[in-house]
């Protein structure tokens, strides 16, 4: 590059270029020791904690690391506040606000320790922390939702937060979504809202689980919890069959695609039961028709269908006695009764 040019550019310009050049000694870590207090280690930015506003920074953070030494939690939370608020763009303030959330989060502040969290990876995005940031707010998230109770000022315990949790499970999901926990934070939305009966909400989560995370080593519980969802729905053979015919293609679905899981027997039991259950309601409309309306073309389909929905039940035999009946009246036959079970009366 010409020196007249490099003249003419903004210095912050050919600092950014020179560091783009050098990537591999750009990581320069903060460490702490009792004896020198916090400082950088390595990197070409080991050096950038000087000047007025880098040594008022530096003053506090050790500071506040001794007064998180001596046990005197929010005498450091103080501490490291300062740092993030009054010097936001220092080197230090990423530690500052880990530090902050792992302090909160020992005296159980909860939502606040959260957002601390939040905030260094929403600031910060390429911490070397980002994995663990994210467990902790996992951790978190489901700390709330089994019940923890979050402190309020850290001492006196507050009430339970199961919809917060729910909101941090989704945080989870959006920050970091092709992590580990995405699948997990997801399983346990749906936990959550099943604990509440939100069984809709409850399969919306879980039908992004298996949507979006179709490897996991969760897809199979999730298969099944969707089933078994959908059939808890269900409301009987005079009522809309959607839910039904959503469960016996879940559980059809998990069989398919997991026929050695240990759970296959349960899939196998909501299937047969889901498949009564649509041959039932089947049977229903084609009595209807043939009883109340003498609709024989109706009554015909319905049967059939019901035949169809579970072909070796017993619903399925009676459906084809009655289709037999269905014919002989349609031909101007007698139909064949059907003998009246037998009663006993006490007296």
């Known amino acids: 590059m010409p020196r007249l040019l490099l003249r003419r550019l903004p210095l912050g310009i050919i600092v950014a270029a020179v560091l783009w050049c050098l990537p591999g000694r750009l990581a320069a870590e903060l460490v702490w020791t009792p004896s020198t207090g916090w400082r950088m280690e390595g ?11 880098g040594r008022n920074a530096l003053e506090l953070m050790n500071k506040a690391r001794l007064a998180e030494e001596r046990g005197s939690r929010v005498s450091a939370i103080r501490a490291y506040t300062k740092v993030t608020k009054k010097y936001p763009n220092s080197v230090y303030t990423p530690e500052a606000l880990y530090r902050i959330a792992k302090l909160r989060l020992a005296r159980k502040q909860y939502f606040d320790a959260f957002e601390s ?25 489901s700390l709330l939702l089994d019940g923890a109770r979050p402190r309020i000022w850290g001492l006196i315990p507050g009430f339970t937060a199961k919809n917060r949790a729910l909101e941090y499970f989704e945080y989870v999901v959006v920050n970091a979504p092709y992590g580990d926990y995405a699948p997990l934070a997801l399983m346990n939305v749906a936990r959550g809202h099943l604990r509440q009966n939100d069984t809709e909400d409850a399969i919306n989560a879980l039908d992004r689980m298996i949507n979006n995370y179709p490897q996991s080593l969760l897809a199979p519980e999730a298969y099944l919890r969707l089933a078994q969802a959908n059939s808890s729905l269900v409301q009987g053979p005079y009522y809309d069959q959607a839910s039904t015919q959503e469960a016996i293609t879940y559980f059809e679905d998990f069989m398919i695609l997991f026929p050695n899981d240990y759970k ?55 459906a084809k006695t009655r289709l037999a009946a269905v014919e002989a009246k349609a031909a101007g036959k007698p139909a064949e009764i059907e003998p009246k079970k037998k009663r006993f009366w006490l007296f």
């Open 117 to 141: 969290f939040q905030q260094l990876i929403g600031r910060y995005p390429n911490t070397k922390r980002f994995n663990e940031v994210v467990g902790e707010q996992y951790h978190i998230a």
């Open 264 to 318: 296959i027997s349960d899939a196998a039991k909501g299937l047969d039961q889901m498949k009564r259950q649509l041959a039932e309601s089947k049977m229903k409309m084609a009595d209807f028709y043939f009883y109340k309306r003498d609709d024989y073309v109706a009554a015909r389909v319905f049967y059939n269908e019901a035949i169809t929905a579970y072909p070796e039940s017993e619903v399925a035999r009676l």
């Open 43 to 53: 990197g070409v930015l080991a050096g950038g904690t000087t000047g007025p506003e």
